[in-house]
């Protein structure tokens, strides 16, 4: 209780007041305050791969795998397919910090496409992924077993975990298409001596980029700087806007995805469930309940708020729709119900992700359910899920809702009207629902266009989140810079801190492996076409500070420094750790990040300590393999056949070739393809001859008779 109560008086206390400039504390950049790509990274250690991070397989192999390395195109072909799902193997060598991240980056497979991936169990093909030098792999299945994909020092980011992976499941780089002079101009004498051969184009007769057009936005084109040997661009946008767009690593773009999901026939996406912002009449199949006395209305604007949908905001003339319940009519207690569709659930877990606007009364409320259907309701039963109210506002609110549903159901909106006076009502849009897990906090920041206007860069331009606690107790907090720091200016800095808390004096210390990730929304209606940026830091309760002998994570009263809410309640901040170079103005102003004048930053701090120990600590059996039979004492099978007891009795298993086979009891006699060929052939031939046989003995004998019964004719015929 005393927990919660400090948390509320901490997040009420920090509210009283706009952010104000943070005192002087220590901050840790994990990028040093360079935004390297994947190829800054490998170059400095001096890696020569294959395109910056292609490692290209050392050993002999076919001659059409060899083919496609000459001639490599987007894709390669299906031989080199994964299965959907692809087994995996997290070697513990890898960092901490990167073994969740990758983990985050299959949760965007799942979410977006038909790919699955699951721990290794014995198949023959998996990929292994360690902590090498640099960030690199192979392209495609190289049908080779173990294959190595390395996630080294710095490359920790899920966009660079995606671009490999991606690499893996069979795609080349964005610019090495036969079409991308019509979209790139390539500045050769502007690039490194020897790397020239980095940005060959390769013939169109043996590419296939699945009908997809070319991708400024796509995670696996080259950034305009790679290779350079200056300052200035190696790579030009044949359309200007977009030099700053290329290379961006923070998800799948759009035709990141519809390639991938061509390449591996992905009808539908794993995790995904629905998605809604009621563009269409048909509301995306919701349904009005008949045990209400009220209705959702479809409306583009209410008089009271909003005037726009969260979709459009207004910019798309005779769109933008929005369901409204009406509080401002009615009596207390009126109620209505607005079902989804029916879904059927597969992982057990779910997170209903919406918008709502609260033009009525803080009375009114906005009640969450789900009917369930089981084989003993099968009408449907209503659970209670959670209740939402709050004082009216004038803008869109950003909602998450954890379900834990294992059969069919339907997402249930109630909206009830409150007792006090109403002007307007409760509005709902831009619905996501999907089998994830659900963001711990949202930090809201308004009017983040006048902050972008008007904060300096440097720690006079740094705002603070409010307080937040972990589920193990944690108290923490993130700050930004909103316009860079001083050594790295027109970028969004971020940083996490642990800070005192209630819990302090019951928790371990230095803090162990909770893994903070920090994602700023972008705010696309469809969560599949999302491009949120993120970044995770994770507490190592051994590392040290730069400056001291001090723990990083250890409490924050010991090797923090004394900081101050808004309302002048102080309480003590331990070192940020994070990057300068969290996001850059330009790509800020590129997406869906700033909408209705405000943005969105997704904390979830979470214990990772169970992947400390990631890796098989003996090779599983092969999956095809079945409870091993006992041996024979003796052994009677003949030609190399084994004997197995089978209900105490012994059984050979006779040895068989692609085209030959031993059988009998004791694999004496042999059989071929060639002699059941011969076998087949011989029995047809017989068959033939028999059937000839038959027929000209017919027709001799029909002859006969035929005869026969002429000459009896005949004879009848003298006599008379």
Known sequence: ASCISLCAFLIISFFLSPPQPAPETTEIDVDRGIDQDIFDINEALGLDLFEGDIKLPGVRLPTCFLSWIQERNSIIG????????????????????????????????????????????????????????????????????????????????????QHEFLHALGFWHEQSRSDRDDYVTIVWDRIQSGQEHNFNKYDDKRSDFLNVPYDYNSVMHYSKT??????????????????????QRMDFSE?????LNRLYNCTSSLSFMDTCSFELENICGMI????????????????????????NMGECKDSGYFMHFDTSVGSEGSTAFLESRILYPKRGFQCLQFYLYNSGNESDQLNVWVKEYTSANPNGTLRFIEEIKGSPE??????????????KFRVVFQGVKGSGLSNGGLSIDDINLSETQCPHHVWHIRNFTDLLNTRPAGRDGLIHSPPFYSSKGYAFQVSMYVNGT????????????????ANDDHLEWPCPWQQGTMILLDQHPD?????????????????????????????????????????????????????????????????NYIKEDGIYILLTLEDIAHLLTTEPSSPPSTVTTTKVPALCPDNPCENDGVCVMVNREPVCRCPAG???????????????????????????????????????????????????????????????
């Open 78 to 161: 299906d031989n080199y397919r994964w299965p959907h799902v692809i087994p995996y193997v997290l070697e513990d060598s890898l960092e901490m910090n990167a073994k969740g991240v990758i983990l985050k980056a299959f949760e965007q497979y799942r979410l977006k496409t038909c790919i699955d991936f699951k721990p290794w169990e014995g198949e023959k093909n998996y990929i292994s992924v360690f902590k090498g030098s640099g960030c690199w792999s192979s392209v495609g299945n190289m049908q080779m077993g173990l294959q190595q994909l390395s996630i080294g020092a710095n490359c920790d980011r899920i966009g660079t975990v």
């Open 226 to 247: 790679a290779f350079r040997n200056g300052t200035e661009p190696t790579i030009i946008t044949n359309i200007p806007d977009f030099i700053d767009v290329i290379g």
């Open 527 to 591: 969560i599949r076409q999302r491009m949120s940026n993120q970044r995770s830091v994770t507490t190592d309760p051994q590392r040290l500070s730069e400056s001291s002998s001090n723990y990083t994570w250890d409490r924050p009263d010991k090797v923090g420094s004394e900081a101050t809410f808004p309302n002048g309640t102080k309480y003590m901040r331990g070192p940020g750790v994070g990057t300068s170079s969290f996001l850059t103005h330009d790509r800020l102003r590129s997406r």
């Open 394 to 407: 004038t803008y869109w609110q950003l909602h998450h809702v954890s379900l834990n549903v294992t059969s």
């Open 288 to 311: 009005q309940s008949s045990d209400d006395n009220s209705d959702w209305q479809r409306l583009s604007q209410v008089p009271a708020g909003p005037n726009t949908d969260h979709t």
């Open 255 to 259: 035709y990141d995805l519809e390639k």
């Open 486 to 501: 001083t050594d790295n200016p027109l970028n969004l800095g971020i940083y996490l801190s642990l800070i005192s808390g």
């Open 658 to 720: 692609d085209d030959w086979w031993y059988m009998g009891e004791k694999c004496e006699r042999k059989g071929s393809t060639q002699e059941n060929i011969v076998i087949a052939v011989s029995s047809t031939i017989t068959v033939f001859v028999v059937m000839l046989i038959v027929t000209i003995t017919t027709a001799v004998c029909l002859k006969k008779k035929y005869k026969r019964g002429k000459e009896n004719k005949e004879s009848l015929a003298l006599e008379e």
